[in-house]
């Protein structure tokens, strides 16, 4: 068990399964599934995305078709979003809290798919973190309070002025997979760098084939993989301001 913090830096935490193609869905709709999860989700909308293709031979040389569909379910105050298609269910979380209160959001919402469609198998599960520390001051000094591993590269703009910098490192660990996107975001850009903003995203996965059985219990060891990778990439300055719940005052 990692630290326990009084605030967080979390814009979004996602979690999401892949399954086999299911043409079912489309076909029948998201009613029984939409029943079974509205007292957590009762808003709902269906998302049809469209691309253009070229027909010479028609009148109208340029068409659009479906290209994909999906669902998506609402909390009544938006914070927390389930999306539903043919090939997999994900969760957004924009008011995170802590990861009981998710891991109990995952499992109601895996629970009624299970139930509804009964998928032999789950080809990919994942869950990610999206961290953005926002801080006052020089925003080039995250001494203290980021791993000096992940800044080391801010030394290296002389008298030029910073406008991004952001990088990506893909690891493994077993058969888990991390996904780690880093560094100093700019929300003004193409102004220059002044807003000491730092963004660690950190997306832990696993792409290989589990059962509905497993899946809960990888999504806990996914959540340790975001853990450990998370305090690896801060320093005690960062958790001092996190256990004493100051995430607010930057």
Not at 31 to 53: C, G, M, N, S
Not at 104 to 125: G, H, I, N, Q
Not at 231 to 236: G, L, Q, T, V
Request: glycine share 6%; aromatic share 10%; net charge negative.
């Amino acid at each position: 068990m990692g630290e326990v913090y009084a605030c967080n830096y979390l814009e979004n935490v996602i979690w999401r399964v892949d399954y086999p193609l299911d043409y079912s869905l489309r076909k029948e709709g998201p009613a029984r599934f939409q029943k079974e999860v509205q007292a957590l989700f009762p808003k709902r909308q269906e998302v049809i995305e469209l691309k253009a293709r070229t027909r010479p031979d028609r009148e109208s040389p340029v068409e659009l078709e479906q290209s994909s569909w999906h669902w998506v379910f609402e909390s009544l105050d938006g914070k927390k979003k389930a999306t539903l298609t043919g090939a997999w269910l994900g969760l957004d979380c924009f008011d995170y809290v802590d990861y009981k209160s998710f891991r109990d959001l995952v499992e109601a919402t895996l629970t009624a798919l299970v139930k509804l469609y009964e998928p032999s198998v789950f080809t990919r599960c994942g869950l990610r973190y999206v961290n953005l520390v926002k801080l006052k001051g020089n925003p080039l000094d995250w001494d203290g309070y980021i791993n000096p591993a992940l800044t080391g590269q801010l030394d290296a703009c002389g008298d030029r002025q910073l406008h991004i910098s952001s990088h990506r490192m893909v690891l493994s660990k077993g058969d888990d997979w991390i996904n780690l996107r880093y560094g100093v975001k700019n929300p003004d850009h193409p102004e220059p760098l002044a807003q000491r903003w730092f963004e660690l995203d950190i997306d832990c996965y696993l792409s290989r084939d589990i059962s509905p059985d497993e899946v809960l219990k990888r999504t806990d060891r996914l959540h340790d993989c975001v853990e450990e990778m998370f305090e690896e990439s801060i320093d005690e300055s960062l958790r001092t301001i996190m256990k004493k719940g100051e995430c607010n005052d930057g």
